[in-house]
């Protein structure tokens, strides 16, 4: 179906009928299948990629939200994992050993940036963490065994743009793996294939299910790297998503861009009335002109995206706070919750939640003030969310 647009792939591609001819994708809940003979059996097990054969590693539901994300992708081949972490891990583990070096943006997920400074480097994985947005600290923290780049954009909560063309290169320079965490802006948004990522892994939690009903992650890359080490990885190890998961995406998938563009017109509308309220200081949505990375997020980005970071004003660190829970807790429609990518606004305070865990002096370097609060804009009336925000603000 490669020559077809984004849309029509979004609720086409990868579809695979039984016998029976259903329209709706079938939910294959098996763990195994069975064979007609024990000769078929020894050829399936032989060729494990190629047939259904046990659904820690295939399994027809599974298959079809891969081969759809891959298309909407723009890659060759997709793996899907039971969560987003699984699927980084699993890249991780698939493609360094003990003794290598892999270079990070330091804006990235919380528990990603946990697993590379606390686990991997039990393992002999060493990371160096570098501002995503400074383009001479990639190319200085490369070392002679420097075999990955990980990169995250829009940065969460901040939004800050890296350039990720500009880092692709470098990481071929290195000749390093050039990996793309695309959660927040989805293949909707911003296709980092296109503009030289090696991969893209997914927290399909987000936006991909985008009604925050199930757990997922994918990995998208070559053919060759998908299906020979990541394949053999996941079939072994077993970061396998569920048939029922995969089915819930893959319905995820079909409205993909109505919700991504939607939301992000809804973030857009927020961000511009909170710019002109008196109670807000700054405002970081790659939408607004007045962002630092305006012009590149238009070059690489479709639209701004549906998260929108802004700082309640305050006299001190603690009054600050102080503003930034009395928003918090006065809303009627915005959900008090961490998570994000649902059609449903959320809410949530970094400084105390996400990013509660490191300390006050690696918070204020990352940005992340008392007064800063993420907002993950939603399906409502935009009017209603601005109401809902106007309700906690004290003149
Ligand atoms: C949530 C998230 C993850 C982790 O995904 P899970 O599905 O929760 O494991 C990774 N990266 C980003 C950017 C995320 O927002």
């Not at 399909?204 to 998208?220: E, H, P, S």
């Amino acid at each position: 179906m490669d020559s077809f647009d984004f849309d029509t792939l979004a609720v086409r591609a990868g579809t695979q009928r039984s016998e029976f001819g259903e329209h709706s994708e079938a939910l294959y809940l098996t763990s195994s299948f069975v064979f007609k003979s024990a000769a078929e059996a020894a050829e399936r097990f032989a060729h494990s990629e190629e047939g259904f054969t046990y659904s820690r590693f295939t399994n027809p539901t599974v298959s079809m939200f891969q081969d759809r994300l891959a298309a909407l992708e723009g890659g060759e081949a997709c793996m899907a994992t039971a969560s987003g972490m699984s699927a980084i891990v699993s890249v991780v583990m698939t493609a360094l050993s003990a003794g290598d070096h892999l270079v990070s943006s330091q804006s990235i997920f919380g528990s990603t940036l946990n697993v590379f400074s606390t686990i991997f480097s039990r393992f002999g994985v060493e990371t160096t963490f570098v501002d995503p947005t400074d383009l001479d600290a990639w190319r200085a923290a490369i070392r002679p065994n420097t075999k990955m780049f990980f990169l995250e954009t829009p940065s969460n909560p901040l939004t800050d743009i890296a350039d990720i063309e500009a880092i692709g290169k470098i990481a071929k320079e290195a000749g390093a793996l050039f990996v793309v965490d695309n959660c927040f802006c989805t293949p909707v948004l911003q296709r980092p294939i296109e503009y030289g990522a090696d991969v893209v892994v997914h927290s399909a939690t987000k936006y991909l299910d985008g009604q925050g009903r199930v757990l997922g992650g994918a990995i998208v890359g070559k053919k060759d790297f998908i299906m020979g080490k990541i394949f053999t990885f996941v079939r072994s190890a077993g970061p396998t998503l569920s048939a029922f998961n995969a089915w819930v995406l893959l319905k995820g998938l079909e409205t993909l861009s109505l919700r991504v563009e939607k939301q992000s017109a809804n973030a857009l509308e927020t961000a511009r009335w909170l710019e002109q309220q008196p109670q807000v200081g700054r405002v970081f949505y790659p939408g607004l002109p007045s962002h630092p990375q305006y012009e590149l997020a238009k070059r690489q980005q479709k639209s701004g995206g549906a998260i929108v970071a802004f700082e309640l004003k305050g006299a001190t660190p603690a009054e600050q706070r102080e503003n930034a829970w009395r928003v918090i807790d006065n809303t009627r429609v915005c959900s008090i919750t961490g998570n994000l990518g649902d059609t449903r606004t959320t809410i949530t305070h970094p400084a105390s939640t996400t990013h509660g865990r490191i300390t006050p002096e690696a918070r204020a370097a990352a940005g992340i003030t008392e007064g800063l609060i993420r907002l993950a804009v939603g399906l409502e009336s935009p009017a209603d969310i601005q109401a809902d925000l106007a309700r906690g603000f004290v003149n």
